[in-house]
């Protein structure tokens, strides 16, 4: 590989357009349990700050449309790069725990005022933690369709649920030691775009392209997603869905809570049926026909009216 990055060719060029997306106004870095976390923030620097954590095997580029409709709005819009993901360090082991101080010292990089949180996805399950764990820095909670799935756990002994657990930490150390030095593949920009589409098949063709050139690179051989092949869902060690939801009925904020209707790969299908006997009670959860887990992406307006909506109700 190359020190500096290839130029960009014409076609490679006209995928870094597309309508309604605007690259961040102010990046900055934010230092967390020693690595460098790329923030992005669009709108007024004074304004009132919601913070945007993306999903799994995202990056900040995803909110390039979504960020500027909520900063229309009067709001500071930060968005991070979770490590491992887009422009921040990778790190020599993940987990839910670490993310979770990532976010907590995002929001010390601004201040200590009580925040509004939103999440889409893993991001969304992370904030829900995260508000456990300081529900003094937070105001308000917007999780787009980060609530997990109501499949239940497998059925199970105690004993033997425990060996699930054990498995669990040493498959993902066992995976940790075979991917050390693995790299990713390259391949053209639409290769990339063509093999995101298969976990993201709703998204169009052209967002597809234009996410290669905010959360790729181009080498001298080739494009390559930033994040770190090392990752994979979960992150490290045991996880199960039904712990986030459970803790849904203690969130001591204002809740809204979107969810999809049309399945895909990297969808919870989440129904509101699922969510209501752990919802807390100032909550609101809106489920969009038509739409699959990226909400944000396929209709970016319709969700900024609900997010800035619920924001004005809650102030009020």
């Known amino acids: 590989m190359t020190n500096s990055a290839p130029a960009l060719d014409a076609d490679e060029r006209a995928a870094a357009q597309y309508p309604g997306a605007r690259l961040p106004d102010r990046r900055r870095s934010v230092h967390s349990l020693g690595v460098n976390l790329a923030v992005s923030e669009w709108g007024d620097e004074h304004a009132p700050a919601i913070f945007c954590s993306h999903g799994g095997f995202d990056f900040s580029g995803t909110f390039d449309v979504f960020a500027p409709l909520l900063a229309a709005g009067g709001y500071r819009v930060v968005v991070w790069d979770q490590r491992g993901h887009g422009d921040s360090d990778h790190a020599p082991l993940y ?86 030095a693995k790299v990713r593949r390259a391949d053209t920009l639409g290769g990339l775009a063509e093999r995101r589409g298969r976990m993201n098949p709703r998204l169009s063709k052209p967002w597809l392209r234009y996410l290669v050139t905010r959360g790729a690179r181009k080498d001298a051989d080739g494009w390559r997603w930033k994040i770190d092949p090392v990752l994979r869902p979960g992150g490290f060690g045991p996880w199960r869905a039904q712990w986030s ?17 049309e399945s895909e790969p990297m969808g919870w299908d989440t129904s509101p049926a699922d969510v209501k006997p752990v919802l807390p009670p100032r909550a ?15 209709q970016p307006a319709r969700v900024a009216k609900l997010v800035l909506d619920f924001l004005r109700s809650v102030a009020a």
């Open 284 to 298: 609101e959860i809106v489920q969009l026909e038509g739409v699959g887990h990226f909400i944000h992406i396929e």
């Open 95 to 180: 987990s839910w725990d670490a993310d979770i101080r990532d976010l907590l010292n995002v929001l010390d990089s601004i201040g200590r005022e009580p925040a509004i949180l939103l999440g889409h996805s893993k991001g969304g399950s992370i904030s829900t933690t995260a508000i456990q764990v300081a529900p003094q820095r937070v105001r308000a909670f917007v999780n787009i369709d980060g609530i997990p799935s109501h499949r239940p756990p497998p059925d199970v002994a105690d004993h033997e649920r425990t060996k699930l657990l054990a498995t669990e930490l040493s498959g993902w150390l066992d995976h940790r030691r075979a991917a050390g």
């Open 245 to 261: 939801m459970a803790r849904l009925a203690s969130l001591p904020v204002p809740l809204l809570g979107l969810l999809a209707t």
